[in-house]
Every structure is written in C-alpha cells, then in structure tokens.
C-alpha cells in the first residue's frame, strides 16, 4: 500500500531565511505527486506537481521540489521565505496506474515564519 | 467563476442528529471526493464518486453516506453512527478518476457536533 510521511509537523524559520519541507513515499509503482498549501480554515490549493519529465518543479511563487526516485522523495524547498508563507502544507502521491484518482496524504508540515 | 462550493462554511449539530453537507462544482468534472481532516492527521478519503450516479468508499466510510444524482452535486450526510464527526469536511474535484489529474478542492465545512 502507498504511504506519504512528512518527516517535520512543524517547521518555524525567519523571514526571508531558506526553507525546506520533507517528503517521503513509498509506492513499489510510478507515481504522480503533489504539494499543496492549505491557509487557515481554507480549502487546499495545489502548490506543483510532478508527473513525468524534468524531476525539478517549480511553482509560481517561488517554491521548487525535486522527484527523486531512488530515495522516494519529493522535498519542497524556497530559498527565501516570507510572512505570507505561513501556512500548512501536504505531500500527496497517486499511484500512475490509478483508475480511482485516489489521493493518499502526508500528515501535513506547518510552516511558521517569523518576522 | 468556475470552481467548486461547500456550504454552509460552520454547521452546529446535537449529538443524534444526522447532518447534510452541500458540495457543488461548475467545472464539469466528473470525479468528486469526500475528505475528512483532523488536526495532524492529514487528510482521510471518506467517499468518491468517479462518474455520476455511482460512487464507492474510502478509508473511513463508516457513518457516512453520499449520493450523485447529478454532475454537480456530491452531498455528504453525517450520521448519527458516526462516533467522533467533529472535524473539518472538504470536497474536491478532478476531471476525471483517470489520468494525470490534480484534485481541485472547495472551501471546507467545519462541523462542530455537541
């Protein structure tokens, strides 16, 4: 069965400091995987996501996570973060051949920027 | 705007009591999802619905119930069979249960039960 583990529930770094958000999975099959941020008491919205190609993803805000398939991990990374990042943020995986577009979830990672 | 609604935003129930949460999309996909999220846990699929008219359980279906007599429209229904309901409940959407397609979520209903 696929899993998704964020390795940090909560990560507090100061404004315009680098940031970087763990995530692993395990899935003995091609996946397709996500970040998503979710503001307080907001829906999720979708950060990047990889599905085939270049293992780098980039966002339109500044955020970059790199697929890495021996290690099984999708790490999210900003090298200078802001106040309005603060929020919490979910790893997800959908296994390739999924006909269900099931989504299985991290646990989440909140990140708290300080000033 | 296309998007997808869920309303009402807060709900407040009686223990016993079972509740309906609207979830509606204008964006003609044909996959919709049921969440529930609770404080560390991630989010747990409760039900989806890959085409209308048909639907199938998640992880944690047990005291819950949906139905999809339209496209649009994905209600879910709190029983009182559910033990612990107090959580926050989120709809999402895909184009289709096939393929390379992210989820698209709605705003989020926080049902408090007492």
């Known amino acids: 069965a696929q899993s998704v583990t964020q390795l940090d529930s909560q990560v507090p770094v100061f404004e315009e400091a680098p940031v970087e958000l763990r995530c692993n999975y395990s899935?003995?099959?091609?996946?397709?995987l996500f970040w998503y941020v979710q503001y307080p008491n907001q829906g999720l919205q979708l950060l990047l996501k990889?599905?085939?190609?270049?293992?780098l993803v980039e966002s339109i805000n500044g955020f970059e996570a790199e697929f890495n398939k021996s290690q099984t991990s999708f790490h999210l990374r900003k090298p200078s973060v802001h106040i309005s990042d603060t929020a919490e943020y979910f790893c997800a995986v959908r296994a390739g051949s999924s006909n269900t577009g099931k989504l299985i979830f991290g646990q989440g990672t909140t990140l708290q920027v300080k000033p | 705007d296309g998007g997808i609604t869920q309303s009402p935003k807060y709900l407040f129930r009686k223990e016993g009591q079972n509740v309906t949460l609207s979830c509606e999309q204008n964006l003609n996909h044909d996959a919709m999802y049921w969440y529930r999220q609770d404080p560390g846990q991630g989010l747990r699929l409760i039900y989806y619905s890959q085409i209308v008219n048909d639907f199938q359980k998640g992880d944690i279906a047990e005291g819950y119930s949906v139905s999809r007599e339209k496209k649009e429209s994905f209600p879910l229904t709190v029983t009182s069979a559910q033990k612990n309901p107090t959580a926050f409940y989120l709809c999402?959407?895909?184009?289709?249960?096939?393929?390379?397609?992210?989820?698209?979520f709605g705003p989020g209903t926080r049902l408090t039960v007492t």
């Open positions: 999402a959407s895909s184009p289709s249960s096939i393929g390379s397609y992210e989820q698209y």
């Open positions: 899935s003995s099959v091609s996946v397709y």
């Open positions: 990889y599905l085939s190609g270049s293992t």
